[in-house]
């Protein structure tokens, strides 16, 4: 039952927070006071539906559902709840469902106060004006701590303990408050129905019998179920099969209009038709001008991905184009490699992208993946003149050729108790952070700010975050551009022939203990062979590490006998099955483990 | 095509007490042991088995005696410790097996011994039962060695076991010695290489310690032909396995290649060496693919086409050949592993190679092996020889998997 409600009692909202401090069961417990699921059919967190996401505790995709809500005044009001990712990673989809919004619940944990992502988030919600009702979660805890949290608020975010709703999102409490918020404080939308249908695409996923869904958001005008649509970005028409209201389910309605939250089923075969941050409007009253802030989702994050068994590479590539039609934000191209065989090159959103991609495309798809470490876009300027981007430290250019090597660099907010300042400072400073300043939350909690390149960041900067800090530190960073840096490559050479995947682009101080490094590692792991291999680093062709793996000097069976031969043979055809599965590099065989334990030394 | 056996293997798997390196199907304590041992139960199914079996050949190939069945060239009686078993219950199995398959006059009989007083048995009986060539699993003539083997006996126990074998005229004398012993060195395996000399033995087999898992390789299966690891003995081999030197282990081989030939020594095979006349007549029958039939647990027969084995549960063996029910005896549980062409051609080809004898040229030559030929010769993993002959060289012995995994 969905019933049409004038704009007056319309309310579009999100809920931001920092990773676990409550955001989805807060949604749950919303969608049952409000009847829109039942208890019976309540799942814990319904709005995570995928699998992976209820396991990490995360949302990873933006998603809406309409809430109507019988207010104290007597009038039924429809919320529309706009989900955001709540991972610095998918910024980009956050600030796209701000924006088909006018206002925001910010959940802070009374046990844990402001982290930096509850700072980010705050931050893109300012900067989208909406009007924040801050609650504190939590509260049932006996660790919960309101008084100091909301000095925090007051101090950090000028938000007025007065506004504050004191809540439990797990017994309850504090949610019946919440919803008479909503409804008396975040204002109805605008926009003119009568006008050219303007409307904001905050999300979309395919569906096999639907084609790409887009949630929609709009701002003006009024879309009936009839009218030929058109993506103002991308230029794709369409005739939709269906519009709608979340339910969450997929609720089908005859129109939606100015300031409603809705679906459009487009029936256009790819998501890249219809991206996030699009505007839609119609053929026939098309709109003079595009809602504002597209920009295509940027990759930061570039990594390899390859199929343990070379004969999966052509379900790769059917897999990477099947899971592409739900998440445009990631890219993917194929590439090859002598170490790994054939492959895709993809860029990610940020590394917890890159592991959410890796692992769907594991568990959907039933494959078995390898991924070469993570690297960041760098940009070359070269002497001959003209510049080249390079996303795969093997290729890039000789140092001879390179007049200026640039690397991206971000703004890095980490918020943690004040004890740990000393060992998150020496691990920023030895990841080439730059320290910029230091802000109190608190007596006892700190934001530290610094800049820093993004590579240092994506080895294991946020394991190690976590580690020292012993699981109490946060972080967030955003991209603020390029800047020259004193780099070089290391290759890894087998027998003289450079293995690609192993390349790294390292400070150049850095190098040569790298090259140790990897050198020492990849002795141990691979086994000896008929002849002597020198394991080299190699800047260029200036050698700054040397291994040697020696040479087989005995691989004998002792015993064949009567019951010796059978078995014995069939440890052959094991040893034999085993040189198969092994990688070629020049004429020395490596075995794919001894890849994979050199692709997760970075991750120890 | 199958062919009548020119071999018997008997598997007798009692000892004192297990070593911890050891695959073979082997059970000790109470069933090996003291009033509840299974000694008897296990000679009364040997003799049971050597009827079924015997059965089997006379209906395809005629009884003993005839045109198409060749009395046996070779006995062997190994475990486990099969001198425990009394001499009278060995002189019984060999009397069925004289009757059943009959025995060449000139036909080597041996017997596994551990070296230790109480497990070495009573030569001047065996030999009365038969018995022509004891093969003694010395292991080292180290003390410290032996300890860290976990064997019970000493090595001055190598010397006695031999000198009362040769008194109770025993012809032809094994020595077992493993090289690549966890924390050995080269030292003490020169020195119990020269000791073992000095004994004067007729025959050497010289094995690299191989600490194997048998379960990993889905041996130890009901019908599996092997005895699971006990949780013992994987700890003995975690442990030892990094102790053991790749390294080490070659320089010991070559020493012991090179010290032998010298004395004259016929090195016949990767891990064997006779003075001239004393080749295992019974193993070079397994190298040269002769057909050999098997009874006991975990024994493998092979009749010229088929690997057949039983499976190495002691219980169940026993109940299959004397059923407690009164039932028929029938034969043990088991497999069998009918080789193709292919098969046949890599197991020539392998087991050949394994001897000095090697292969004739124009078996390298032939397709789908050429290619792995080519590439041993390449490597001087290979040599033809002056019989024209393809063998492999010293370092092709130390290095043979390399080459023989290219062979399947």
């Known amino acids: 039952m969905t019933n049409q409600i004038p704009q007056a009692r319309l309310r579009n909202f999100s809920i931001i927070a920092h990773i676990d401090h409550g955001k989805s069961t807060l949604a749950d417990r919303l969608l049952e006071l409000t009847h829109t699921v039942e208890g019976r059919q309540m799942m814990s967190q319904v709005l995570d539906s995928m699998d992976l996401e209820r396991e990490k505790g995360i949302t990873i995709k933006a998603r809406a559902v309409r809430l109507e809500y019988t207010a104290n005044d007597g009038h039924v009001y429809g919320l529309n709840l706009i989900d955001t990712p709540g991972h610095v990673d998918f910024a980009y989809e956050v600030s796209h469902s701000l924006q088909a919004c006018e206002g925001a619940i910010l959940v802070v944990d009374a046990t844990q106060g402001i982290e930096a992502q509850t700072l980010a988030n705050v931050h893109l919600a300012m900067r989208e004006g909406l009007t924040l009702i801050p609650v504190l979660n939590k509260i049932d805890l006996p660790s919960a701590d309101p008084e100091t949290i909301m000095d925090e608020l007051e101090n950090v975010l000028a938000i007025p303990r007065e506004e504050v709703i004191l809540a439990s999102a797990k017994d309850g409490t504090g949610v019946p408050e919440i919803l008479e918020a909503i409804v008396a404080r975040i204002p109805a939308p605008k926009g003119d129905p009568r006008q050219p249908v303007r409307g904001l695409i905050f999300d979309s996923h395919y569906d096999a019998f639907k084609g790409v869904i887009v949630y929609v958001r709009l701002a003006s005008g009024t879309l009936k179920a009839n009218d030929e649509i058109k993506l103002m970005a991308s230029g794709a028409r369409a005739e939709p099969l269906e519009l709608g209201v979340f339910r969450p389910q997929l609720v089908p309605v005859k129109q939606l209009a100015a300031g409603e939250v809705g679906y459009v089923a487009t029936g256009l075969k790819s998501v890249r038709d219809a991206q996030v941050g699009d505007t839609l409007t119609t053929v026939a009253h098309p709109a003079a001008e595009p809602l504002p802030g597209y920009q295509p989702a940027k990759s930061l994050v570039f990594a390899g991905i390859y199929p343990v068994s070379g004969e999966d590479y052509p379900l790769l590539r059917e897999a990477l184009e099947k899971l592409h039609l739900n998440d445009a934000s990631f890219t993917y191209e194929p590439e090859s490699s002598v170490a790994l065989g054939f492959g895709f090159r993809c860029g990610f959103l940020g590394l917890l992208h890159m592991e959410i991609v890796q692992e769907r495309l594991e568990r959907e798809f039933s494959l078995d993946l390898i991924a070469s470490a993570p690297s960041v876009e760098y940009h070359v300027k070269l002497l001959r003149g003209g510049e080249v981007a390079i996303d795969n430290p093997s290729l890039l250019p000789n140092p001879s050729d390179i007049e200026v090597l640039e690397e991206p660099w971000v703004n890095l907010s980490v918020v943690t108790p004040s004890s740990y300042i000393g060992p998150l400072m020496e691990l920023s400073t030895n990841r080439r952070g730059l320290f910029q300043n230091m802000e109190y939350l608190d007596p006892t909690r700190v934001v530290l700010h610094f800049e820093m390149p993004l590579a240092e960041l994506i080895v294991d900067y946020f394991d190690q975050l976590k580690s020292r800090s012993q699981g109490y530190a946060s972080m967030d960073y955003e991209e603020i551009g390029y800047r020259p840096a004193n780099l070089a490559k290391v290759d890894i050479l087998v027998n003289g022939e450079p293995v690609d995947a192993l390349s790294l682009i390292v400070h150049r101080d850095n190098a040569q203990s790298s090259g140790r490094l990897l050198t020492a590692k990849l002795k141990e792991l691979i086994p000896r062979q008929m002849f002597e291999i020198p394991i080299q680093a190699a800047i260029g062709s200036n050698v700054i590490a040397r291994e040697t793996v020696r040479a087989m000097r005995k691989n004998v069976l002792a015993k064949c006998y009567g019951g010796d031969i059978t078995r014995k043979k069939k440890l052959l055809e094991k040893q034999k099955e085993g040189k198969q599965r092994m990688k070629r590099v020049g004429s020395v065989e490596i075995p794919q483990e001894a890849f994979l334990a050199m692709l997760r030394m970075g991750e120890g | ?408």
Do not use: K
Not at chain 2, 243 to 266: F, I, K, M, N, T
Not at chain 2, 366 to 394: C, K, Q, S
């Open chain 2, 1 to 408: 095509m199958a062919r009548p056996p020119v071999g018997l293997y008997i598997h007798v798997p009692f000892c004192v007490s297990l070593c911890p390196y050891c695959d073979f199907v082997v059970v000790a304590g109470a069933a090996a042991r003291g009033p509840a041992n299974r000694l008897g139960a296990l000679a009364a199914a040997l003799r049971t088995e050597l009827g079924l079996r015997g059965d089997a050949l006379d209906a395809t190939f005629g009884a003993p005696g005839w045109a198409g069945r060749p009395a046996l060239d070779t006995v062997y009686l190994g475990g486990g410790t099969p001198t425990l078993l009394p001499a009278a219950e060995i002189g019984a199995i060999l009397a069925v097996v004289r009757e059943r398959f009959g025995v060449a006059a000139d036909a080597e009989i041996t017997i596994e011994a551990n070296p230790g007083p109480d497990e070495r048995g009573d030569a001047s009986a065996l030999a009365a039962a038969g018995i022509n060539r004891i093969s003694f699993g010395a292991q080292s003539l180290a003390a410290a060695e032996l300890r860290r083997l976990g064997r019970r006996h000493r090595p001055a126990d190598v010397a006695n076991a031999l000198a009362i074998a040769r008194a109770g005229g025993i012809r032809s004398i094994n020595l077992d010695l493993l090289y690549d012993i966890p924390n050995g060195s080269f030292a003490t395996w020169t020195e119990s290489l020269e000791a073992a000399l000095a004994l004067e033995p007729d025959h050497l087999s010289l094995y690299a310690l191989t600490l194997d898992d048998p379960d990993a390789e889905g041996l130890t299966g009901p019908a599996g032909d092997h005895l699971p690891t006990t949780r013992g003995a994987r700890q003995w081999r975690d442990r030892a396995i990094p102790e053991q030197d790749e390294d080490r282990a070659a320089a010991q081989y070559l020493h012991a290649v090179d010290r032998l030939a010298a004395s004259g020594w016929h090195g016949y095979e990767i891990s064997n060496w006779a003075r001239p006349g004393h080749e295992s007549r019974h193993n070079l029958a397994y190298w040269e693919r002769r057909p050999v039939e098997a009874v006991g647990p975990g024994g493998h027969a092979f009749d010229g086409a088929t690997r057949r084995w039983n499976a190495a549960h002691l219980g169940r063996y026993i109940e299959a050949l004397s059923p407690s029910t009164g039932a028929e005896p029938h034969l043990p549980p088991g497999g069998s592993d009918t080789l193709d062409h292919g098969d046949a051609a890599a197991e020539t080809a392998i087991l050949g190679l394994r001897t000095d004898r090697g292969l004739p040229c124009s078996a390298a030559a032939e397709p789908p092996l050429d290619a792995a030929f080519d590439w041993g010769i390449d490597n001087r993993l290979l040599v033809v020889d002056e019989r024209e002959r393809i063998v492999l060289t010293t370092r092709g012995r130390l290095l043979s998997n390399e080459l023989f995994r290219r062979l399947i």
